[in-house]
């Protein structure tokens, strides 16, 4: 397989996946967070009360609604909102991106060895996974946190992505299992590869694509946890997340009074997972030629 | 005879998963920072009173010793004191266990109801204006950040009209006023609306979801064109030979599911102050209430684990192709 045929299979999935409208409304959803995103590394320049931790506006005492200098208005120390919810959208995509990344690294490997390997590692591998993914992630994280205290936000990723692997690594051990028994396997094992040469250097260009369609699965999932979690109070206290924005009106006893506070952290999580399960969505199609339209298959 | 030692098989496995978690569990709390009574004490106790409090705990002996006595207490059913209540664990559980139940059973069953219902109707009109309408609001309540969700209902319902109380499951003053059992029942379901209509939109959407490409995929089989070629009725197509089949997957979902569901109702019950295992723990966790945070979490383990057992016979059962 050269470059080039690697070039034409992305530009014909891109085109399905572009002309699809669940892929279309996702990618434009993505990018309007994306720059809100990068938006947050801006609005704490033109003036230090923007900063969505510290800055705090000297005029004002309590929770005002949307005004010329804070478009949706301030919390209840002064704090102004919007910067708050462009941080939050920062926060939001490392969470989600960075446990969606460490779960699909470890899925992908724990995958790949389990269905090459089979027999007795491939059992207790995919027994301990089940296990895994059965259990209740926030209620894990909650467990944790009575007994360590409050985690930072690397530690919460690490842990989301610890108990999100289990249904990559089944998808990817199906792959692999079937991948097994393809004559150039057979054929590079006659030559002399070692097993790890052969996952890595074989199995895995062939699994990838998969891997990566789970990956914005695991970013929901990555996100809305957090979310929880902060929302509950038991976050990284120094991180300025929309669970924790939703966490301090609930707290401050601000949930009945200041419906501009309220309403748009939680659109922004709930479009943000809408954006990566529309992209999943459609790149499924790209992926699964059976789930296409039929005029399409023609 | 194969299905009973396969009921064994998978007993003796539950069994010794739940040995693992608790061994975990020990082994992390030994790890978590501080001295272990540090927990429990505030810096005014003197030096001798937290030495004393070690040794009546048993915290002095050896480490494997005092792992045998925690399995030994927790199969004789002594899980520990509440350091908040001050009472045995294992009563503050029991107390909480039924709202919860009663909370989870009925927005579940109400859900996957409702949600295979309506997915028959979707996938069966494929792409018509219904199929759309429902689809797009099963993603839309498939997707919706939970306690936000719950935050709105409750401002809007709650707050803004005052139809329904803020929280809690009853309201003491009626209890104590009038004894009829149908008064004291209204109230409970008064209270418990808000709480279940959440939960109900948030399972509603992934059921209805999963339902609508089950039946997709159903429709698409050899036995369905042959009932039409027998010239069988829609409805009888539709409810008898294709919903029937279809609607296993979902069974299925139920079990795999129950891990979002269980997180979802601990932050209902959270939001609508329901006094059940999910606010309980979530109420340990804030005030280092580790042996009440503990039991908590034992039991939601323990039940996902003997649910997924119950849901994996029920699949069996309801699929005769299927054998263990």
């Not at chain 2, 707050?159 to 209204?186: A, D, H, Q, R, Y």
């Amino acid at each position: 397989m050269s470059k080039n045929h690697y070039l034409a299979r992305f530009q014909k999935g891109w085109q399905i996946f572009i002309l699809n409208p669940l892929g279309k409304t996702g990618i434009i959803l993505l990018i309007v967070f994306m720059l809100m995103a990068a938006s947050s590394f801006f609005i704490p320049l033109l003036d230090p009360m923007y900063d969505p931790m510290t800055g705090i506006d000297p005029l004002i005492k309590e929770s005002t609604g949307p005004s010329f200098h804070h478009w949706l208005g301030t919390d209840n120390v002064g704090r102004d909102l919007f910067a708050q919810l462009m941080e939050g959208a920062k926060v939001a995509f490392i969470v989600g991106l960075a446990s969606a990344f460490i779960s699909i690294v470890l899925g992908t490997t724990i995958g790949m060895i389990s269905g090459y390997a089979g027999g007795i590692t491939d059992r207790i591998l995919m027994r301990f996974a089940d296990i895994i993914m059965i259990m209740p992630s926030l209620v894990v994280l909650l467990i944790l946190a009575s007994l360590f205290g409050q985690f930072n936000i690397w530690i919460i990723v690490f842990i989301i992505a610890i108990m999100r692997w289990p249904a990559v690594s089944r998808v990817i051990r199906s792959q692999a299992l079937s991948l097994k028994s393809r004559p150039f396997i057979e054929a590079s094992k006659v030559a002399g590869a070692s097993d790890i040469r052969i996952i890595f250097r074989h199995i895995m260009p062939n699994v990838l694509p998969l891997a990566f369609l789970y990956m914005t699965f695991r970013v929901t999932s990555a996100i809305l946890v957090e979310a929880a979690l902060s929302f509950l109070g038991f976050g990284d206290p120094s991180q300025v997340s929309w669970g924790m924005m939703l966490q301090w009106v609930w707290k401050s006893g601000h949930m009945f009074q200041a419906p501009y506070w309220l309403i748009p952290p939680g659109i922004c999580i709930s479009l943000l997972t809408l954006s990566f399960y529309l992209l999943g969505r459609a790149m499924d199609e790209v992926l699964d030629p059976r789930l296409r339209k039929e005029e399409e298959r023609k | 005879m194969r299905t009973r030692q396969y009921i064994l098989n998978k007993f003796i496995e539950i069994t010794i998963i739940f040995f693992i978690i608790l061994t975990i569990l020990f082994f992390l709390f030994r790890l978590s920072p501080g001295t272990p009574i540090s927990k429990m004490v505030d810096p005014s106790f003197t030096l001798e009173d937290q030495n004393l409090l070690i040794e009546q705990l048993g915290l002095d002996k050896p480490a494997f010793e005092q792992y045998l006595i925690y399995l030994k207490n927790f199969f004789t059913g002594n899980l520990g004191f509440s350091f908040h209540y001050g009472e045995p664990v294992s009563n503050i559980i029991s107390a909480r266990l039924p709202w919860t139940i009663l909370l989870f059973t009925s927005s579940t069953l109400l859900a996957a109801f409702v949600g295979v219902v309506l997915g028959k109707i979707a996938a069966w009109r494929k792409e018509s204006a219904i199929d759309n309408i429902l689809s797009l609001s099963a993603l839309v309540c498939h997707t919706l950040f939970i306690p936000w969700f719950a935050l709105l209902i409750l401002w809007f319902w709650g707050f803004k009209l005052g139809w329904f109380p803020l929280g809690g499951t009853l309201s003491p003053e009626l209890w104590i006023t009038t004894c009829s059992p149908l008064i004291k029942l209204l109230d409970i379901l008064h209270h418990m609306f808000l709480p279940l209509m959440t939960l109900f939109f948030i399972h509603m959407g992934s059921y209805l979801l999963l339902m609508r490409s089950s039946m997709l995929s159903v429709l698409k089989e050899d036995y369905i064109i042959t009932a039409k070629a027998k010239g069988l009725s829609e409805k009888i197509i539709r409810n008898k030979h294709a919903a029937k089949n279809a609607s296993l997957p979902v069974i299925t979902s139920v079990g795999l599911s129950l891990a979002f569901s269980i997180n979802g109702g601990a932050l209902t019950e959270q939001i609508f102050t329901w006094p059940g295992i999910g606010r309980e723990l979530i109420f340990a966790v804030s005030n280092n209430d580790y042996p009440l945070a503990q039991a908590c979490f034992l039991l939601i383990a323990g039940v996902v684990l003997v649910a997924n057992l119950i849901v994996d016979l029920l699949y069996a059962y309801m699929d005769p192709r299927i054998t263990y």
